[in-house]
């Protein structure tokens, strides 16, 4: 398919072997793109998340899973994503053909806020400045409780809940 549409590829994973470790070839993958800012990535494990997970470790790295033709241009356009993945369980050959072309044929966005955005995304974490916390339940649990325990200052849109 896609070196039909002109496109040049490099397979780091020329033969499956039952049982082989994804990092591996994400971190090929994700080295790849580091090394030509044009490169796109594509990597595919069992959902997605842990190639995901193990690519977005580099540096100028943005990968991301796409589950519809409206996530893979949104990841392309607004993070200018350059590695799209998807879950081999969960996205049939046909989808994956759509959703992989949409992320081809995105663009990234130049808007300001798509822009400074992805200069966020790029800067390395710094070590927080917000005070320890911990999450500790009830000491006695009554059957329907509820607890939840949010993180502040300035953490307002993350929470914790659990319910039994």
């Avoid at 949104?74 to 994956?96: D, F, S, Y």
């Amino acid at each position: 398919m896609l070196e039909e549409d002109g496109y040049t590829i490099k397979d780091f994973s020329e033969e499956y072997v039952p049982g082989d470790d994804y990092p591996g070839y994400a971190k090929q993958v994700a080295r790849a793109i580091q090394k030509d800012k044009d490169a796109l990535g594509l990597l595919v494990c069992g959902t997605g998340h842990g190639m995901e997970m193990a690519a977005d470790r580099f540096k100028k790295v943005r990968a991301f899973v796409a589950r519809t033709v409206r996530d893979a241009s949104l990841g392309r356009q607004h993070n200018h994503a350059n590695i799209i993945v998807l879950g081999g369980r969960i996205t049939k050959t046909p989808e994956a053909k759509k959703i992989v072309r949409a992320f081809l044929n995105a663009r990234p966005s130049r808007a300001v806020r798509h822009v400074q955005r992805v200069t966020q995304i790029d800067q390395p974490c710094r070590k927080s400045t917000f005070p320890p916390f911990s999450l500790k339940p009830p000491r006695t649990r009554r059957r329907n409780s509820s607890y939840a325990a949010g993180l502040s200052p300035g953490f307002s849109s993350m929470s914790w809940t659990a319910s039994s």
